[in-house]
Structures are given as structure tokens and as C-alpha cells.
């Protein structure tokens, strides 16, 4: 029962109500698809929320870190949250926005060794890690070891710029890239809720396009 | 002559490894893109730049 005493919606009443804000071909492709999202961050809880949100069929989310208290100003977590894995605390809070999606969480560091065991039923992979390094492995190792799926990273969201710098490129038939390409988080001052969502946002909509056989 | 980054390079005969050695990229913070292909880092030394070849070296930075 919801806080209001009354039940909540079905999951028919839910995708009728998808179908009628998103039409129906579009909430059949995305019902079908799997998406996983690397890394429980600034990006990837506010893309997994969007996607969530949107009716995708089964999300795969993955993160090895825990909640910490610098991260309640951009990341998708409550106070109460702090401490604990953020696959965990996401999934909590995904159930109670979306409970008819298929969530598989794991608590795991993505590993060029371990990447293709955890991706390889996704159709549409989003990286969302914070540190370049791992950004550039975990493309690295797709491309390489996954050709055949859809790759949509970040890189370039921290300062107090415009919004209307960070795009959305395709960089090769498989690979998108999102965000500014240049504002370095330790090397700038600033990584702001709105700005980090602006590029979590593009990931997301990037990864439902795909989904929808829009490339 | 061949196109890196939207600049014309003249880089024909060096391979990869070497080109991303001079130029000061980071290996281990960026993906290459080479005619349309990600090349894989293991690549990068055996990869030679031809003329026409058209690159782009994604130079990831942090934040998420």
C-alpha cells in the first residue's frame, strides 16, 4: 500500500500510462531491451532513474562502492542511505519509483577480466565511472571484447559552465560519447547536481534511442 | 599527411604507440579511434599511421 492508503498502480495501469505519454512502439522496444549501466554515480543513478522511469525491460546495474555523504548532492541516495552499497541503496529506491522493471545489481568492481560476464546480455552499455582511467578501460575493453553492443560513456561534466556545452558525438558506429570533453573534476572547481545530470540525461536518451533504432 | 583530432598531423610511417608518446596522452586515460575502429590499447604498437588516416584520440577526464 502506498502512503496514501491507496493501492498501488498495476503493472497494466503503469504501462498503459507509458504507452500513453510514449507511444506504443516505443514502450514495446524499450520492454524488450536490457541496458546496464557501470557505475551507481552522478551519472549512473540519475541515468538508471530515467531508464527506470521510461519502462526499459531489465536493468543491469553495477557498482562496488558505498554511499557517502559527498555524494547526496548529485547522486540519487537519501541521508538515511549513507553507508551502505549503492547497488543496494539504488535498488531500494528504484523499487519504490519503479517496481515492474527487471533489476540485476551487483556489487562488483568492473574489471577488463570481468566485464564481459557482466555485460554480455546488455543491448545498450552506459559507463558512468567517475575516474578516467576506468572510463577509458571499460571502452577499451567493450569495443574490443563486445563489438556488437552499443556503448554510451561520459566524459567532461564538473565546473559551472554552460549547460549547452555538454553533447551528445558519435565517435564510431557503436560508441556515443556525452559531456563537454574537457572540464576534468580535479582539475576544476565544481561538480553541480544540474550539470552532472545534464550529461547523465544525454546517456540516457542516447541509450533509449538506440533501443528505439535510433542511431 | 593525416587527420588527428580535426588537425592535419604529418604522423604517416609512426605507430600509434609512439604519435600518443610525443604528443603527451596519457595512455591509460584514453581511447583511439582510427578510421571508423576503436583500436584496442594492445594495438597501439603495431598500429602505423598511414596518410589519410583520419584519428581521434578521446582523452577521457573524471567526474561522474
Known amino acids: 500500500m502506498s502512503a496514501g492508503d491507496t493501492p498501488l498502480p498495476s503493472r497494466e495501469q503503469i504501462l498503459a500510462a507509458l504507452v500513453q505519454k510514449q507511444g506504443a512502439d516505443a514502450v514495446e522496444k524499450l520492454q524488450k531491451a536490457t541496458i546496464a549501466v557501470c557505475g551507481l554515480g552522478g551519472l549512473g543513478s540519475n541515468i538508471a532513474i530515467s531508464l527506470a522511469r521510461a519502462g526499459v525491460g531489465r536493468l543491469i546495474l553495477i557498482d562496488f562502492d558505498t554511499v557517502d555523504i559527498t555524494n547526496l548532492h548529485r547522486q ?140 | 599527411m593525416l587527420k588527428i583530432n580535426g588537425q592535419d598531423v604529418n604522423a604517416a610511417g609512426k605507430t600509434l604507440e609512439s604519435y600518443i608518446a610525443e604528443a603527451g596522452f596519457n595512455k591509460v586515460r584514453i581511447a583511439v579511434e582510427r578510421n571508423g575502429e576503436i583500436v584496442p590499447k594492445s594495438k597501439y604498437g603495431e598500429t602505423v599511421l598511414a596518410d589519410g588516416d583520419c584519428v581521434e584520440v578521446v582523452n577521457f577526464v573524471g567526474g561522474g
Do not use: W
Open chain 1, 76 to 215: 540519487q541516495y537519501k541521508m538515511n542511505q549513507v553507508g551502505i552499497p549503492k547497488a543496494e541503496a539504488l535498488l531500494q529506491n528504484l523499487e519504490e519509483i519503479a517496481p515492474y522493471v527487471q533489476y540485476e545489481v551487483h556489487q562488483v568492481k568492473v574489471t577488463a577480466e570481468n566485464a564481459v560476464s557482466l555485460l554480455q546480455e546488455a543491448d545498450v552499455i552506459c559507463e558512468a565511472f567517475d575516474k578516467a582511467d576506468a572510463k577509458a578501460m571499460l571502452v577499451d575493453t567493450v569495443l574490443e571484447k563486445l563489438p556488437q553492443k552499443y556503448l554510451v560513456a561520459a566524459s567532461g561534466m564538473a565546473s559551472y559552465d554552460s549547460g549547452n556545452a555538454i553533447l551528445t558525438r558519435r565517435i564510431t558506429d557503436k560508441f556515443y560519447l556525452c559531456g563537454d570533453g574537457k572540464n576534468d573534476v580535479d582539475e576544476v572547481v565544481g561538480l553541480v547536481a544540474p550539470r552532472v545530470m545534464l550529461c547523465a540525461a544525454h546517456q540516457a536518451l542516447t541509450a533509449i534511442r538506440l533501443v528505439l533504432g535510433l542511431d
